[in-house]
């Protein structure tokens, strides 16, 4: 499977405890982006990598989450000190010319 | 400021019927891009169809055809003899042309479709 993947597929935590996710793009795409989805509602951008660099920040992005992408390939995203509202399913994207490609998502809940 | 809205919440219909999802956007741009993804209970976004906005020819795959109409803002979407396996979350997206760098995609708030066997 050459699409892109993310891991954990679920996670629960308690409030207050760290999580983080992981994100593998497609090969070879040197774009990637993070997003948010609550229930009801669309995805919602989080943060934008081209290459190893963080190019592009959301408000939503509160400094308990920090994301990284070291050598340009994979991508992590971390939350601290987690909150019942950071409750959603966490998605990350790698981009080909002009579309997006998206995985199937991490799901937190944050008990 | 970038607006995508889809007006159905949900819809049902039962198997073989067709079944239309409107879409209608907002963008000050004169070029820009776009989508139809389809989410199912899995979760994964799964790309459908990019239409850049200076080809208003509508498309054809399959039992799925969309329809651009540049004048009244709207990309709809039709699935033609809907199946049991079409049921998803459908969401319309709209971004710039952008292919150097980041590429801002703003959703709808998707249409659920349900269909029933």
């Known amino acids: 499977d050459t699409g892109v993947s993310q891991n954990p597929r679920h996670k629960i935590t308690k409030r207050g405890q760290n999580v983080t996710f992981r994100c593998d793009p497609i090969s070879e795409h040197n774009r990637l982006y993070w997003y948010r989805q609550t229930l009801g509602q669309g995805p919602e951008f989080l943060t934008y990598?081209?290459?190893?660099?963080?190019?592009?920040k959301s408000r939503l992005l509160s400094d308990r989450f920090s994301a990284e992408r070291p050598k340009g390939s994979f991508s992590t995203l971390e939350i601290q000190r987690t909150e019942q509202g950071d409750s959603a399913m966490y998605l990350c994207a790698s981009r080909h010319t002009d579309t997006q490609y998206f995985g199937p998502g991490t799901r937190l809940t944050v008990l | 400021a970038q607006k995508v809205t889809q007006a159905q919440t949900e819809i049902s219909v039962v198997e073989k019927e067709d079944v239309t999802l409107d879409c209608v956007y907002e963008t000050r741009d004169t070029t820009y891009y776009l989508f139809w993804y389809k989410q199912p209970p899995s979760g994964e976004l799964v790309f459908l169809i990019r239409r850049n906005s200076f080809d208003e020819q509508n498309e054809i795959s399959g039992r799925y055809s969309w329809n651009f109409q540049k004048s009244t803002s709207s990309f709809n979407f039709t699935i033609t003899a809907s199946q049991v396996v079409d049921s998803a979350v459908y969401f319309c997206a709209l971004s710039e042309v952008n292919s150097g760098g980041y590429q801002k995609v703003t959703f709808g708030t998707g249409t659920k479709l349900q269909v029933i066997p």
């Open positions: 990598f081209q290459n190893e660099a963080q190019l592009e």
